[in-house]
């Protein structure tokens, strides 16, 4: 198998393990779909990518980057996402919020979710036995459930996607984790690759076996409550410690001293991937006073050593409920950001007697990658069941968990309405099927047992159309202010200085912006714009009367050749 192909397919084998997250799915044909985008909804970042020219492009943000923070922030003013809501978030901490992928599908008594809570800025409250997320803008107390996070998340990789190819994006495939295993499975194959992603938040683990290019999950283990982020508290929570043994003070309610350690330790983590150590400096870090520490990898080591020897344990799980020898494993592919930490690698490579991990992905698109090909390639894949090469029924029935009775699982969706017709009546065996997905009639899966009631998902749609608006307005706010100040500069810099002269008489347009910049709406700015150009086109027209050069923005007179 060539090097890029394996790649590639590696890529579709890491979003492959992951499952769909849809409310809604529609099998139909491509022309009435358009391009379908892969996202990867992170913990802590998300990224975006398409199929395209035969190739997947990972797409970048406004501001460059193919990573985008898993980050929502609300100001007095507006909504930020992503890294705009990241760089504000030492001075906005209790309205930005992050990690929320944590608190989805949980309850607010669960210990994961109250050891969570601890460690955010921002205020989580029960409701009906659920966690929410509770910030205040403008002395309003407004509540967002993590789902309602999640989805302005996606809005901003939509965004993304929409820019780049210039048209409406109306179907993604969307991963999130997901652990399910054939607890009775004991077939053996060639060829078995284990892929290891540990990202911001969760971890997976997942057994395949390749025959003939085919591929077969065996079996799959994870902790959707384990990653960078553990990571990262494990160190705030030493450097707290050692901060209140130095000067007797506790700083842990200090949310703007823990902020500054929160992204310096972030950084400090990253270091650590290529040094050995890292100097951890933040000025007026409580009180006043200087912060200055020394991190090594060792004592990084150290602190989470429990937590990287804890993946093991599920990777041990996978090979037992596979039935496969780690001898078995051929390849180690590292999935995830996390997997760049040093000590992470070794302990694989151990546990597998030396061999080498698979490093060429990049870690951070790896999911986004695979959801691209995945989405050129089907919108949904349709589960058949034969008997002796006859199909005889679609899967009528999806469920959940690993009971043996289906009593006993939680009935996720129902297949309505999908029947074969045209065939004729003939011994069994005899009639040949032809099966050929996204180019069939359409079925609708339904939720039966969703976490959300359909009052909650309507309210939840009518606020996101509500801030869509709002976030509509304030860029054709800030659009108009910047043509103003766009048409004043220009204005003033092609006027000679007798014509800036008079001008500055007769305009205040700096002293109106200062004034005004905060508070004007998108009219206001188009409003004074057009007082500008009254103003200025007298003026204009009076310097270039006895010039060839016509005045600003205003077209040359035309003349035909002869």
């Known amino acids: 198998m060539k090097k890029a192909t394996f790649f590639k397919f590696i890529a579709l084998l890491c979003s492959l393990l992951i499952t769909i997250l849809i409310a809604k799915v529609i099998v139909i044909d491509e022309s009435d779909v358009g391009t379908v985008i892969g996202i990867d909804l992170g913990t802590t970042y998300s990224c975006v990518g398409v199929y395209v020219n035969g190739r997947v492009e990972i797409l970048t943000n406004d501001q460059g980057n193919r990573i985008t923070p898993s980050y929502v922030a609300f100001t007095d003013d507006e909504r930020l996402i992503g890294d705009a809501a990241k760089n504000q978030y030492s001075n906005n901490s209790k309205n930005t919020i992050f990690g929320f992928k944590r608190l989805i599908g949980r309850r607010f008594s669960d210990k994961e979710v109250q050891q969570d809570i601890k460690q955010f800025p921002f205020k989580v409250i029960d409701k009906d036995g659920k966690p929410v997320i509770q910030i205040t803008v403008k002395s309003e107390e407004r509540i967002f459930t993590p789902e309602e996070i999640s989805a302005m998340i996606l809005g901003k990789m939509k965004e993304i996607a929409k820019s780049y190819l210039g048209k409406k994006v109306t179907h993604a495939v969307v991963t999130v984790p997901a652990y399910f295993n054939d607890a009775q499975r004991q077939a053996t194959k060639d060829a078995g690759i284990l892929v290891y992603d540990l990202g911001g938040g969760t971890f997976d683990v997942s057994l395949l076996s390749i025959d003939d290019g085919v591929f077969e999950v065996l079996a799959t283990a994870g902790d959707t409550h384990l990653g960078g982020e553990d990571f990262d508290n494990r160190v705030i929570d030493y450097f707290v410690k050692l901060y209140k043994k130095k000067n007797k003070v506790d700083v842990s309610q200090d949310l703007k001293a823990m902020d500054k350690l929160k992204r310096e330790v972030e950084k400090a983590k990253r270091t650590l991937s290529s040094q050995m150590s890292t100097h951890i400096e933040i000025e007026s870090f409580h009180d006043g006073k200087y912060f200055s520490e020394i991190l090594t990898r060792a004592k990084f080591e150290e602190l989470n050593n429990d937590l990287f020897l804890k993946t093991l344990k599920f990777v041990e799980q996978v090979l037992k409920d596979a039935n496969v020898d780690k001898k078995d494993v051929h390849d180690i592919v590292l999935v995830g950001g996390s997997t760049r930490i040093p000590k992470v690698q070794q302990l694989l490579e151990e546990f597998f007697s030396g061999k080498k991990t698979f490093k060429d992905i990049n870690p951070d698109e790896a999911v986004a990658y695979g959801a691209a090909i995945q989405g050129d390639i089907c919108l949904l894949t349709l589960g058949i069941e034969t008997t002796g090469g ?41 009639p040949q099927i032809e099966v050929t997905y996204r180019k069939i009639e359409s079925i609708t899966i339904t939720n039966y047992k969703g976490r959300l009631s359909q009052e909650e998902i309507d309210r939840m749609v009518e606020e996101a159309e509500q801030y869509a608006e709002e976030d509509n307005i304030q860029k054709e706010r800030i659009e108009a202010k910047n043509q103003l100040e766009s048409f004043a500069y220009t204005i003033k810099n092609q006027t000679s200085d007798d014509g800036k002269l008079e001008l500055d008489k007769k305009i205040s347009n700096d002293d109106w912006l200062n004034d005004h910049s905060n508070s004007a709406i998108k009219d206001d700015f188009d409003e004074k714009r057009e007082e500008l150009q009254s103003i200025i086109n007298p003026i204009t027209t009076k310097l270039y009367a006895d010039s060839h050069v016509p005045p600003p923005h205003e077209e040359p007179p035309r003349h035909e050749d002869l």
Not at 398 to 408: A, H, L, Q
Not at 421 to 428: D, F, H
């Open 390 to 430: 006859v199909m005889t029924k679609l899967i009528p029935l999806v469920y959940e968990e690993e009971r043996f009775m289906t009593k006993d699982n939680n009935l996720l969706g129902k297949f309505e309405n999908f029947e074969l017709t045209g065939i004729l009546p003939a011994p069994r065996g005899i």
